[in-house]
């Protein structure tokens, strides 16, 4: 009874939790404001959040408060992704929200949370979404009334060596980009700010002064009592069972309680959100769930102070703050435990059993951090689980085979970080159909069905894990579920390895210099440009449209930006654009017959372009779309012998007046029929694409080996092409451009059909802007004065600097073996460039077009140096 009248007398909601803690004597811990903040196990739920007032009420009755019979949509999962989604949507105006949590708010992952929030992460989008969380989390308690235990600590991410060094020093150029406050350090300022860290074997540190802890569960009562004001409907113990569609679409929702009518279902559900998906059985998500260990420690003889940095180990595999005058420390194993395969439902998720032998490397790395903390008494290990995807990226977006239904999970221990970023932008993209920045590294279309397989993501989680504090120095990959390069669940391979080579001493030396694949790659490219090379590129996606009349012209006229209206054979290369002009697609159409169309477009597109095609269909029997991309395997002959090869195998004339650029022949190879050999290369260079049935694939490649050896035919690799590509000018789809990209801004108006009356998707945001004018231009840039054997190397995402001010960031970079140097492709204007590469600025070159004067003079230099060695001799 004095619950009630406490209860009664109490203004914040946020006293309803903690009295019923209070009264449960096998509460694990309180909520505090500087804790992770452990709930009670038993506590009894509160049926509905709607007011403070509310739920005072709710708690005097055991009567279950009726589920509404219809909302506009539906949130699965009352964790602190769930409710920072209904936070926004509300904010944006929505009304008839609903939130359904089948256990009690906040009771999964989120209570067990480490409650860091630090911007350090590894692509920009995500550190937007971090700094973005950070200031919603700084201003929650002044919105709301709701404490969240909010501290300013900052964070140092500590460097053990000179690699990891230069990544944090690469990680501050990127963050200066973006105007968060950040700090190269030298051990010795570390011990100032930090009082227990050991700096006797570092070599510097990136100091966050920004970074904050939390009280995760606090954060998340404020965030769902701030969407309740709002007119949110937050039910707890409220089960989802099924969701319902109808032709595609979402229509309701089926919880144990009854059904709900609904246009929008999202699923936040964390954990467990392979339940909620697998009852939609057109729905699949690619995470697993991995323990995740911490230790809480009693407080120090000195206790430590709340504002203490937040200390990043990654070398050491460890995190350590502050807690309650002691420390919470946890880290990321080199082997971790995956658990949940079998993908069962749990209500709600406890401490799991403590494991203190697999926990003794990180213990070890954190005593040999912080010296002092062995006279500590440790006071719990906490196991908990957090959920992982395949390539260490959230999960967020519409899913390809149902609209209205979106999905935001897969957090990979980062969701305190990323829930109020990721909820922000899921939010715009349900209100507006896009987010306001580029998300497509964390669409759920970057996955297909490969990537769901439970085996797979067994394997994958337990090398995710480590990864999210191994040094990942460019061009890494992945080792399971594949051989060489992964792209889309499709292996490729980078280069080919000559005779005598140690193919692992060369996968096992990465680094941010001269890489050691440096030459391999160079007689690659010079046997392209020289003689020809094969590259596979079966990895491409390719649709075939077809009609009965011309209704897949008509679809594709509408969707392209591009005329498609050619004769048959003729290759159209263009974009697919959004209403604002920006690119969703990038690719090459042929028109192979009448009424039919083949639509090539890049590899990690294949559910993304499938998706965007679908969704833009008429509801037309007599207009077909087929995914054909595992039908063909796809041969990149590449090189002015490229012709002499084709020719002897098909007995027909493969020169630019028999077989002009851009065009499409089905025509026998070798033995083989049916072949749709294509005058492209993908990178400039002169050369055919050869589309293969699967089924003569290997006869096909045995034939043009054969054939080409005495044109001194070789295999080569994606890591060729890249150079190649981009020498050349080619900007690709996912790098270089973008939904927020535009034709005008990147060279390509030519690809845009001005001159006809079609109403083309974004035509009307072309023509605005280019009575406007584009404000930034896609260039390429050189780099000057820059040592190729010396000098630390540019990948991509580097700082752009014009007249000395921050203007941008590289797109994509590769070395030029033509041009011996490196060149970089960006969004910018004119002035003079130099580009940020770890801290230090190398002049650069600009130019709108490819160099190809540039080319030819240094061939002539190179040729009249032979001609004067020759003589000299």
């Known amino acids: 009874a004095c619950c009630v009248v406490i209860l009664l007398l109490c203004s914040e909601a946020c006293c309803v939790v903690i009295l019923l803690a209070c009264l449960c004597s096998d509460s694990p ?11 009670c196990s038993d506590s009894p739920g509160l049926g509905i959040w709607s007011s403070p007032r509310r739920l005072a009420s709710a708690v005097e009755t055991t009567q279950p408060i009726p589920l509404p019979s219809q909302a506009r949509v539906v949130i699965c999962g009352g964790g602190i992704v769930g409710t920072s989604v209904a936070y926004h949507l509300a904010k944006l105006g929505w009304t008839e929200i609903v ?15 480490a409650g860091i929030v630090s911007v350090a992460k590894p692509i920009s989008i995500e550190c937007k979404m971090a700094d973005y969380s950070n200031s919603l989390y700084e201003h929650l308690e002044e919105e709301t009334g709701v404490k969240t235990g909010y ?17 944090l020093k690469r990680l501050a150029s990127r963050l200066n980009v973006m105007g968060i406050p950040c700090n190269v350090i030298k051990p010795k300022e570390v011990s100032k700010l930090h009082p227990l860290v050991n700096i006797h074997d570092l070599v510097g540190a990136l100091h966050l002064p920004g970074d904050a802890v939390v009280s995760p569960p606090d954060v998340n009562h404020a965030l769902a009592t701030a969407a309740a004001r709002h007119g949110v409907q937050i039910h707890e113990r409220t089960t989802v069972n099924h969701v319902m569609m109808e ?25 467990v959100t392979l339940y909620p998906l697998r009852v939609c059985t057109k729905v699949s998500v690619p995470l697993h769930g991995c323990e995740h260990f911490y230790l809480l420690s009693k407080p120090l003889p000195e206790p430590l102070q709340p504002s203490t940095p937040v200390v990043m180990d990654m070398d050491g595999r460890i995190y350590v703050r502050a807690w309650q005058g002691g420390v919470l420390s946890g880290g990321f194993e080199k082997n971790p435990k995956p658990i949940f395969t079998e993908g069962r439902n749990q209500l709600e998720i406890q401490t799991m059993q403590e494991d203190w032998d697999h926990f003794e490397p990180m213990l070890s790395a954190l005593l040999r951090r912080m010296p002092e903390l062995e006279v500590c008494e440790i006071q719990q290990l906490v196991n908990c689980p957090e959920s992982f995807t395949p390539d260490m990226r959230c999960l967020m977006g519409e899913t390809p085979g149902v609209h209205g239904y979106f999905v935001l999970a897969g957090m990979n221990a980062s969701g305190l970080a990323f829930a109020g970023g990721a909820g922000k932008y899921l939010a715009e993209w349900m209100t507006y159909g896009y987010p306001t920045a580029n998300v497509w590294p964390l669409d759920i279309k970057r996955f297909g069905n490969l990537q769901s397989s439970r085996t797979f993501l067994r394997h994958r989680v337990m090398e995710v894990m480590p990864l999210l504090y191994n040094l990942k120095v460019p061009r890494w990959d992945f080792q399971t579920g594949r051989q060489w390069m992964e792209k889309h669940g499709f292996e490729r391979a980078k280069y080919f390895i000559p005779a005598g080579k140690d193919l692992l001493s060369l996968d096992a030396s990465k680094t941010f210099y001269k890489p050691d694949w440096f030459d391999i790659v160079g007689a690659e490219v010079k046997c392209c440009k020289e003689a020809v090379c094969v590259i596979d590129m079966s990895s491409f996606t390719k649709f ?39 690119y969703e697609n990038d690719c090459s159409v042929v028109r192979v017959k009448k009424n039919s169309f083949f639509i ?23 207009l077909h779309l087929e995914d054909v991309s595992w039908k063909y395997t796809a041969l990149n002959l590449i090189g002015p012998r490229a012709m002499d090869v084709l020719g002897e195998l098909s007995y027909v004339s493969m020169t630019p007046e028999h077989f002009p650029s851009l065009f499409c022949k089905e025509m026998s190879v070798g033995y083989a029929n049916g072949i749709r050999v294509m005058s492209m290369t993908h990178t400039g260079e002169p050369g055919f694409m050869l589309y293969i049935p699967i089924e003569y694939a290997l006869h096909v490649y045995n034939e043009v080996m054969s054939v080409g050896q005495k044109y001194g035919i070789r295999n080569a690799g994606y890591y060729a092409l890249r150079s190649l590509r981009i020498e050349k000018f080619f900007a690709f789809w996912g790098q270089d451009l973008d939904p927020f990209t535009t034709p005008l801004e990147c060279g390509r108006e030519f690809r845009v059909k001005f001159d006809t009356d079609i109403d083309f998707l974004g035509r009307a945001s072309l023509l605005h802007q280019r009575q406007e004018g584009v404000s930034r231009r896609f260039i390429m840039l050189v780099l000057e004065d820059h040592d190729t054997e010396l000098d630390l190397w540019p990948w991509w995402g580097e700082p752009i600097y014009r007249n000395g001010e921050l203007c941008g960031t590289t797109t994509s970079s590769a070395y030029s073996y033509t041009l011996e140097r490196h060149v970089c492709l960006d969004f910018i204007n004119r002035g003079d460039y130099e580009v940020d590469i770890a801290g ?11 160099f190809s004067s540039l080319f030819a003079q240094q061939r002539r230099l190179k040729d009249e140096m032979e001609l004067s060695n020759f003589q000299g001799k």
């Not at 939130?99 to 949370?113: D, I, S």
């Not at 600590?153 to 990544?167: K, M, V, W």
């Not at 032709?247 to 954990?271: L, M, P, S």
């Not at 230090?840 to 490819?850: G, S, T, V, W």
């Open 29 to 39: 811990g309180l909520l505090c404001s500087d804790s992770p903040g452990l709930l």
């Open 99 to 113: 939130l359904l949590e089948q256990g009690r708010l906040g009771a999964g992952t989120t209570r067990l949370c």
């Open 151 to 167: 501290v300013k600590t900052g964070s140092l991410c500590l460097a053990q060596n000179q690699d990891r060094f230069l990544s």
């Open 247 to 271: 032709k595609g679409h979402v229509t309701a929702v089926e919880t144990d309680r009854g059904a709900i009518e609904c246009e929008y279902f999202v699923n936040c559900a964390g954990q």
């Open 544 to 582: 075939e449209l077809t009609s009965t009349d011309d209704q897949a012209l008509a679809l594709l006229q509408h969707l392209c930006a591009n005329d498609l209206d050619v004769p048959v054979g003729h290759i159209v290369h263009t974009g697919m654009l959004n209403e604002r002009g920006g």
């Open 600 to 622: 090539i477009s890049p590899t990690d597109q294949q559910v993304h372009c499938w998706s965007w095609l679908k969704k833009h269909m008429p509801d037309d029997p007599q």
């Open 840 to 850: 230090q600025r190398y002049p650069a070159k600009a130019k709108l077009y490819p």
